[in-house]
């Protein structure tokens, strides 16, 4: 990550959202760094059974966060920043005054299960909290995560690549692939046309992108 924010302009700032492990933070002054809201919500939730009134209260404050987060779908970051400043702060704050009192009133343990996932919280609250300040900061990192499972299901298949060449295509193919489901487009008529204009994809590459290659096809099919 550090060699590739090293390409990045420096007049940018990227989002840079990763759980709480220090392995995986970088220095601050090169990205807006923010946490996991799932991972807090995940730590209450798996806590429901044994601690029913204190992690439901803390998960349905979450939820509410989030379904104000799917209303800000269609805005502008400085809309969706202002809506979320509006709407979930309050809740925000609400889960951080009640889960203090627990500790500070001594009604749940330090040290217990609870105690933990509260003490996770407030230790990272200012990260976890960082779409309150930033535009274009997620809830979480859910969507990565899912596309984590993609290479894991070829895991074991890919150590009988013959050659490291054709692991490096393979991989390749796999991320271009998946990219093309993201987008709801047909990867077989995507690297089709790849094929058939590869002249045009090497002069403007940013051109032929799964989201946009369809543009550079039109005068082709207008003729037609």
Request: hydrophobic share 35%.
């Amino acid at each position: 990550m550090t060699k590739l924010l090293a390409k990045r302009t420096k007049l940018f700032k990227p989002i840079y959202m990763c759980d709480a492990l220090s392995r995986n933070i970088l220095s601050s002054d090169k990205t807006t760094l923010c946490h996991c809201l799932a991972h807090a919500y995940r730590k209450f939730d798996d806590l429901k059974t044994f601690y029913p009134k204190s992690c439901h209260y803390v998960m349905e404050c979450f939820s509410a966060v989030y379904k104000h987060d799917n209303k800000t779908r269609t805005m502008s970051p400085v809309k969706r920043l202002a809506h979320h400043q509006a709407y979930s702060k309050p809740l925000m704050q609400e889960v951080k005054t009640y889960i203090l009192s627990l500790i500070n009133d001594r009604i749940v343990e330090p040290n217990s299960p609870l105690g933990k996932a509260i003490n996770y919280t407030l230790k990272h609250w200012h990260l976890l909290t960082q779409f309150l300040r930033s535009e274009n900061a997620p809830l979480d990192n859910n969507i990565v995560e899912r596309t984590l499972k993609v290479p894991i299901r070829g895991r074991k298949t890919w150590l009988f690549y013959k050659t490291q060449y054709g692991a490096m295509i393979g991989g390749i193919l796999t991320s271009v692939i998946h990219t093309c489901a993201l987008v709801k487009e047909n990867p077989i008529t995507y690297l089709t046309a790849l094929q058939e204009n590869k002249d045009r994809v090497v002069k403007e590459p940013y051109c032929w992108l799964p989201w946009n290659y369809q543009q550079q096809l039109l005068p082709q099919q207008q003729a037609a």
